[in-house]
């Protein structure tokens, strides 16, 4: 490490500069307008001692050929052609012309082209990239690190996380080293290897800034890696390394707000991940995921006072599946899950994506309080259903605090029906005032409010009287758009 060390009296503006060199060193000395000097001495690495111990210049060499670019291109279809929507009356095509809506200046199917980046994952050609690189394409091409353009093609993709699993014809390919994403910790070094914006290889480096993020709404299963390591345009597929060249995630997103730029928030799918969605792919043509059929909620501070705990933990169950398999073991609305097969569960997302990586049919063992009591409960997993019915058991609902400036209103038919709700039980949140300080509560326009800790509310009357009981301890059972949650009051 060198030392500088400049001593000057005058602006520092140099007008010579004269420079002795040695073997090991040299010494700087910048001569300013009135005689004044500012010396500096700096030692020069010995060129028999090697490179820099802190390159990475080794690894990302031997890295290199296993990450390759893919440029793919796809056939858009054109929206429905104008003349297609226009009236067949003669008149109105005698004023605007008889092939209007169908001349050479309206938008006809076009080509897509998208670029991105992938890992070669087997020396037989299987090359791991995001589905949204290639989602839809009709021709894939890959490019190697040494030039070579081979043709690929799709063998499965997974939406979900957005992996693609991609087969180049051929043997001997350079393959990567798969690393394994739980053993990655935060501060550890992290590089980023892919084609930016199809300008070629290239190579940014950073740490790991955290691990297991979720919720962000880019995917529906999300555990990622985060990095400082840039990821630009370009670099989405392609590999994020440690500093022994083992492969720990797939780069897939960042957060730009806007700018479509890196800001030092890159987010990569962990290769642990990858690796089972890969697997499964490979050996049945498509991913399968296990189910629970419940929706679970993140305990608050407020809501583990409610409950009685006196801190947060584990999950709270807001809704169960009436054809799910942990209704048929017998779990209940407002159960807290604290553990699933002897480890701890404090987070909704962590606990959906262990259950989505695990086999349908497969039983898990669940230790659960309710009540204020423990029990234990085995649950044999389904197979997690089509979109539809996962969006609405998927969802993880927030809540606060309680009722100040919160309206209510009795149910009736009506109403009921607006809602789209079966019954007229419980009643419906009409008004929240914005500026109250309990409008974060977490309740919205149209909830409809069925219990107050544990108890059934029928009217408005009985909510209030229930409320009154509760005082600053009221746990409310929601129905929203035919999905139960609770909120801390």
């Known amino acids: 490490m060198?030392?500088?060390?400049?001593?000057?009296?005058?602006?520092?503006?140099?007008?010579?500069?004269?420079?002795?060199?040695?073997?090991?060193?040299?010494?700087?000395?910048?001569?300013?307008?009135?005689?004044?000097?500012?010396r500096a001495s700096l030692k020069l690495a010995d060129p028999a001692e090697g490179p820099s111990k802190l390159s990475f210049a080794p690894v990302v060499k031997e890295v290199l050929p296993n990450v390759v670019n893919i440029s793919s291109s796809k056939v858009?279809?054109?929206?429905?052609?104008?003349?297609?929507?226009m009236p067949k009356d003669p008149l109105f095509q005698q004023f605007f012309g008889r092939e209007f809506g169908h001349g050479p200046d309206v938008p006809k199917d076009r080509r897509e082209k998208?670029?991105?980046?992938?890992?070669?994952?087997?020396?037989?050609?299987?090359?791991?990239?995001?589905?949204?690189?290639?989602?839809?394409?009709?021709?894939?091409?890959?490019?190697?690190?040494?030039?070579?353009?081979?043709?690929?093609?799709?063998?499965?993709?997974?939406?979900?996380?957005?992996?693609?699993?991609?087969?180049?014809?051929?043997?001997?390919?350079?393959?990567?080293?798969?690393?394994d994403s739980s053993k990655v910790q935060v501060g550890d070094y992290a590089l980023a290897i892919g084609d930016p914006f199809g300008v070629g290889q290239s190579v940014t480096m950073g740490i790991v800034s955290a691990k297991g993020r979720g919720n962000l709404g880019i995917e529906d299963y999300e555990d990622f890696i985060q990095t400082d390591a840039p990821?630009?345009?370009?670099?989405?597929?392609?590999?994020?390394?440690?500093?022994?060249?083992?492969?720990?995630?797939?780069?897939?997103?960042?957060?730009?707000?806007?700018?479509?730029?890196?800001?030092?928030?890159?987010?990569?799918?962990?290769?642990?991940l990858a690796h089972s969605i890969m697997n499964q792919i490979l050996d049945h043509g498509k991913v399968t995921r296990g189910y629970l059929g419940i929706v679970v909620q993140r305990v608050t501070p407020a809501m583990a006072k409610a409950l009685g705990q006196s801190e947060p933990k584990g999950v709270l169950v807001?809704?169960?599946?009436?054809?799910?398999?942990?209704?048929?073991?017998?779990?209940?609305?407002?159960?807290?899950?604290?553990?699933?097969?002897?480890k701890p569960v404090n987070d909704p997302n962590d606990l959906r994506n262990t259950v989505a990586?695990?086999?349908?049919?497969?039983?898990?063992?669940?230790?659960?309080?309710r009540n204020g009591n423990t029990r234990d409960l085995s649950v044999k997993l389904g197979e997690l259903p089509g979109s539809k019915e996962e969006a609405k058991n998927r969802k993880d609902h927030g809540a606060e605090n309680a009722l100040e400036g919160i309206q209510v209103e009795n149910m009736d038919a009506d109403t009921a029906k607006e809602l789209g709700i079966q019954d007229t039980k419980g009643v419906v949140v009409a008004d929240i005032d914005p500026s109250s300080p309990k409008a974060d509560i977490g309740l919205r326009k149209g909830d409809v409010i069925l219990?107050?800790?544990?108890?059934?509310?029928?009217?408005v009357t009985e909510f209030e009287q229930a409320m009154r009981?509760?005082?600053?301890?009221?746990?409310?059972?929601?129905?929203?758009?035919?999905?139960?949650?609770?909120?801390?009051?």
């Open 357 to 369: 990586l695990m086999s349908p049919d497969e039983t898990v063992r669940l230790k659960i309080s």
């Open 2 to 38: 060198s030392l500088i060390q400049f001593s000057r009296k005058s602006h520092p503006v140099a007008l010579g500069l004269a420079v002795v060199a040695g073997a090991a060193g040299y010494a700087v000395a910048h001569v300013t307008p009135n005689g004044n000097t500012a």
């Open 231 to 272: 990821i630009n345009p370009g670099n989405s597929g392609g590999a994020l390394i440690n500093d022994r060249g083992e492969l720990i995630g797939i780069n897939t997103a960042i957060l730009s707000h806007g700018s479509g730029g890196n800001e030092g928030i890159g987010f990569a799918i962990p290769v642990n």
């Open 469 to 489: 009981t509760a005082g600053s301890k009221a746990l409310l059972l929601v129905n929203r758009q035919g999905t139960t949650l609770f909120v801390a009051a």
């Open 318 to 342: 807001g809704d169960v599946s009436a054809t799910g398999p942990s209704q048929a073991s017998g779990m209940q609305r407002g159960d807290v899950i604290l553990e699933l097969n002897n």
């Open 114 to 179: 998208s670029l991105g980046s992938g890992v070669i994952v087997s020396p037989e050609g299987y090359v791991l990239t995001n589905n949204h690189v290639v989602d839809g394409a009709t021709d894939i091409k890959v490019t190697l690190g040494d030039k070579r353009e081979l043709q690929a093609r799709i063998i499965g993709t997974d939406p979900r996380t957005d992996l693609a699993v991609l087969k180049m014809d051929g043997s001997g390919f350079p393959a990567i080293t798969l690393g």
């Open 76 to 85: 858009v279809r054109a929206a429905n052609q104008v003349g297609d929507e």
């Open 451 to 459: 219990e107050v800790n544990h108890k059934p509310v029928r009217n």
